[in-house]
């Protein structure tokens, strides 16, 4: 949803690659809607009426994904209590859209790029080969080229799955959309979820546009929401803003307050505070996907949240 130019070339993109039987690689950072594009495309294709499948290979652990993928037989391994179809075979006929592809695990990576390849499944303990025909569409939030230097990603299946790549900008790079989101998410939640409808003030919407969006789209909805609970009149205004969620705004040191600081260690000490709320705010404040991707251990991670006294932003 929007006007600027970012929202409508993906929109276009989106159009002309929906009626074709490409596989596509969808980029962008946590919280930009990569979910949204897939399911756009699977309803913009012939495929619409079949089923859409997700599997989001970052929440499955790495000994059950292979499982979820292509299924397994009774009795092969601890708890495979009857058969079971994967992914694979469930969205035969529609899409199977791989979420956070960047996370699977290699041996995981072999087998995708196998059906890919050949258009067949084997469930785990079994022996017969199953024919499916299913569109492939793979997100991430990942750089995988360098994934693929690193060693974590097969550069095999990265060019098996980038046949189109979609990038979906980040708010920060469409901040003229988000009074029209904005909008949008009051309308919704009015409708969907019973809460009371409320105006916004233009002020209120600047406000909003100014802010940072570490989260991106999924954080702007999550604050408007607060808004409407917490707001203090029918009309939401500028102090509503200010109250429930413009500390994010100054709560950490800009380049100039970085600069201001005496010396080099506190500067350092202010700029790795900074980035780590960044990361954590833009992880939703989960800790162990926010160790993940700094590469951290979490005891790591939970230390330097006490050091630097690292709080998530309450309702006042």
């Not at 997700?54 to 000994?63: F, L």
């Not at 569409?137 to 750089?143: D, E, P, V, W, Y």
């Not at 408007?224 to 200010?242: F, K």
Request: aromatic fraction near 6%; charged fraction near 30%.
């Amino acid at each position: 949803m929007g006007r600027s130019f970012g929202i409508r070339a993906l929109l276009d993109r989106i159009e002309k690659v929906a009626a074709t039987p490409a596989r596509v690689l969808i980029t962008g950072e946590n919280g930009t809607g990569k979910e949204l594009v897939a399911r756009a495309i699977h309803r913009g294709s012939p495929r619409a009426k079949k089923p859409f499948v997700e599997v989001n290979c970052a929440a499955i652990p790495s000994e059950l994904i292979e499982s979820e993928l292509f299924g397994h037989m009774k009795g092969s391994f601890t708890g495979a209590v009857s058969d079971r179809a994967g992914k694979f075979e469930q969205a035969d006929g529609g899409t199977l859209f791989l979420d956070e592809i960047g996370d699977m695990s290699a041996t995981a990576q072999a087998k995708v790029l196998r059906v890919l390849q050949d258009g067949v499944v084997t469930r785990l303990g079994g022996n017969r080969a199953v024919q499916v025909d299913v569109r492939v569409l793979a997100a991430t939030n990942k750089q995988l080229e360098e994934e693929i230097a690193a060693g974590r990603f097969r550069e095999d299946l990265f060019y098996r799955l980038n046949v189109v790549p979609i990038t979906v900008p980040a708010l920060r790079e469409r901040r003229e959309d988000i009074p029209l989101l904005v909008v949008h998410f009051l309308q919704q939640l009015a409708a969907r979820d019973g809460l009371p409808a409320r105006g916004i003030t233009d002020e209120a919407l600047r406000r909003l546009q100014e802010l940072e969006w570490q989260g991106n789209v999924r954080e702007l909805r999550n604050t408007v929401e607060r808004l409407v609970i917490l707001a203090s009149h029918a009309t939401i205004g500028a102090p509503d803003v200010e109250r429930l969620v413009g500390r994010r705004a100054t709560e950490s040191p800009g380049l100039g307050g970085l600069l201001d600081i005496a010396t080099f260690e506190e500067f350092k000490q202010a700029a790795e505070r900074a980035y780590l709320l960044a990361k954590l705010r833009q992880f939703d404040w989960n800790v162990s996907e926010t160790a993940r991707a700094l590469d951290m251990p979490r005891s790591n991670l939970y230390k330097k949240i006490e050091r630097y006294a690292l709080q998530r932003e309450t309702a006042e």
